[in-house]
């Protein structure tokens, strides 16, 4: 009989030991599980679509200045906030993109949005230019329907000028004058076509 009730017991320990065991790993898991700020930033950012944001140019963009594959960046001048109140993208975030055509004969050039890049973090994106005013005007020619472009055609030459001159450097009266489409420092407004994707 007391030889019984000392295997009962054993049994009994052992079967609490081993849910003590697998108790300690799953209430790590759901510790893990519990979502960051980030991450939860992250899971926003990829269901915004058609959010707008304003950004300014670090260079002229144009037919003489610009060249296909050529980079081109700017710097957001307003957040986009989520929906708990978060600043999702905050205003300096540097947007980078690349030239895809240039239409010298009518003063047209087709940008591509390729990332949004803030101090945390690196995100794909894709966006259109909804304006531009007054420098140039949004269009969408036949035959080029990809909605992850954009077309700019420059006004008519104007005084509106370009970018300031480069360092040290001298003004030729000689060389023909080159107005850019869209001059440094020009303030275009965006508007997100997909959401935003970490990298």
Known sequence: MKRLAIVA?????TACAGRSRVAEPHDV???KLAPSE?????AELANISGAELRVRLNQDLGPGISSVNGTFSARTTSPIVGSRGRVLIPVGSLVHGHVVHIDQANRRIELAFDRI?????????RATVIT???YAATVRPEGTPSIETVVLQGTAPSAIGGGPPAPDSEADD???RVDPIVPFDAELKLKLVAPIGAK
Do not use: F, G, I, N
């Open 117 to 125: 890049e803030t101090r945390s973090a690196s995100y794909w994106m």
């Open 132 to 134: 531009a005013h007054p």
């Open 38 to 42: 980030a991450q939860m930033d992250r």
């Open 9 to 13: 017991a054993t049994v009994l320990l």
């Open 174 to 176: 000689s060389a023909p």
């Open 29 to 31: 898991s759901l510790a």
